[in-house]
C-alpha cells in the first residue's frame, strides 16, 4: 500500500470479492450471483386469456401493483366486451342494476336505465378499456389453441391461432378470463342438422334475422330466452315456446324498489361524486342484503315465494292453468332467479304456445315432441 492512501470500509477490495466469492461457493457450491439492485425487477411475462370484463380489469389493475410486468391479452373476437360484446339477441340486458354493476374505480353516473341494456353495457366497458388505455396490451383476433406448463422452462407454453397463422407464445403466468359464456352450445336433438329455417343460438345471434310474420320455436326458458321470447312475440306470427322445467320467474334481482329507488336519488346523486358516492353505496347494500332468501327454511324465501308466486299469476292474467304450467314446487333460489319483464305477459298472447312436451327430434320443417305432435312445422 502506497504512503498515504486510505481504504474505506465501505469500499471492496479484489482481495474482498474474491474471498466472497470463494466462501459462497463453499456453503452453496453452483450458486451464481446476479449482480444488480434489489430493487430492480425481473421481467414478468403475463398472459391473459379474454378481454371481457375480467380481462379488462386484469389489463388495468395489473400494470400498476405489478412491477416489471410485460402483459399481453389475448382476445378470440374481433373486439373487446366479452359476453357484452358476443351478445346481441333482442331484449339483452343485465338483470342487477347498472350502478352496481360497473368498475368501482370507474363509476358511472350516466347510465339511460335502472337495468341497463347490453349495447350501453358495452359502451360503457369499451370507454373504461380507452380511458385507461387498455387496448395496448389486447391483440384481437387471437384463439389459444392449447396452453402447457413447461418444467424444464419453468413457464407456460401457449400456442395461440392469429388471422396471420399460428404461434407459440411463453409466459411465467396464465390468466384465464374467459367467462362462464363464451362458447354457445346447440342441445343435441336427433336431425337437427335436417332443419332447413334459420337455426341460431342467442350467443351467436344473426343481427341479420328478421323475425315479423315467421312461425318460430323459442327453447329454454332460461336467462336469455326469457328475454328474447316477448321481443320476438310481438312481431312473430307464431312463437312455440319449448320449456321442460319449470321456473321462478321474479323482479329483477333486488326487486323493482331498487328501480323506483334510483329513480329517487339519481338526480341528487348526480351533483356531486360524494353524493354519488354514498347513492351506489346505499344501492348496494339494498342490493347485498336480499341473500338471506337463499336458505329454503328461512322465513325470507318463504315470504318470497308467495311474493313471487302472486307476481307471477297477476302477470299471467289470472290464468290458473298456465300458472299450474310454469311456477315451480320447489323453493326460489334453487335456482337462480330469472328477472323477465314482458315474458309472462308475452306468454299469454294468442300468438303463444307453451309447450311442456319433451322434444324427440327435428325434421326438415320443424320440430316433433314426445307425443308425436309437431306443433312447429
Known sequence: MTPGALIHESEPTKADAGFKDSVLKTVLPGLELEDHPVDEHAPIRVVVVGAGISGLIAGILLPVKVP?????????????????HSNVYPGVRCDVPAHAYQATFAPSDSWTEAYATGPEINAYWKKVASDYDVRKYIRTGCRIVSAEWSEEKGKWQITIQSNDGEFVDEANFLVTATGHFSDPRLPDYPGLGDFKGHLRHTSNWDPTFEPAGKRIAVIGNGASGIQVLPQLQRVAAHIDHYARNKTWVAAPIGGEDLAQLVADNIDRARTSPDEYLAFRKTLEARLFSRFGGIFKEGGKNKAAEVAIRKLMTA????????????????????RRLTPG????????????????????????????TVDGMCPSS
Open 315 to 334: 302477470r299471467l292474467g289470472g290464468d290458473a292453468e298456465l300458472a299450474k304450467e310454469i311456477i315451480p314446487e320447489f323453493p326460489p333460489n334453487c
Open 68 to 84: 416489471g410486468l410485460d402483459l399481453v391479452i389475448y382476445e378470440r373476437n374481433d373486439d373487446i366486451g366479452g359476453v357484452w
Open 341 to 368: 319483464p314482458g315474458y309472462l305477459e308475452a306468454l299469454t298472447a294468442e300468438n303463444v304456445t307453451y309447450v311442456t312436451d319433451h322434444i324427440a327430434e327435428f325434421t326438415e320443417t320443424g320440430i316433433r
